[in-house]
């Protein structure tokens, strides 16, 4: 999985998982400056309530 796959398939179903931010958690000391912006766009979405963290199913 890639950043740019999570970012896309969060922003498709509105929202994201534990697991999938853990992931981010885990994986940002490796990421480019493109990758870092778009999980700080992730957590602006968090923030302002247009992603929600749960489950899909």
């Given at each position: 999985?890639?950043?740019?796959?999570?970012?896309?398939?969060?922003?498709s179903t509105?929202?994201?998982?534990q697991?999938?931010?853990?992931?981010?958690?885990?994986?940002?000391?490796?990421f480019?400056?493109?990758?870092q912006?778009?999980?700080?766009?992730?957590?602006?979405?968090?923030?302002?309530?247009?992603l929600?963290?749960g489950?899909?199913?």
């Open positions: 999985m890639g950043i740019g796959t999570l970012f896309l398939l969060s922003i509105g929202i994201i998982t697991d999938e931010l853990g992931w981010i958690t885990r994986n940002q000391l490796n480019s400056r493109c990758e912006a778009k999980a700080l766009e992730l957590g602006q979405l968090i923030d302002s309530g247009q929600q963290l489950c899909r199913i």
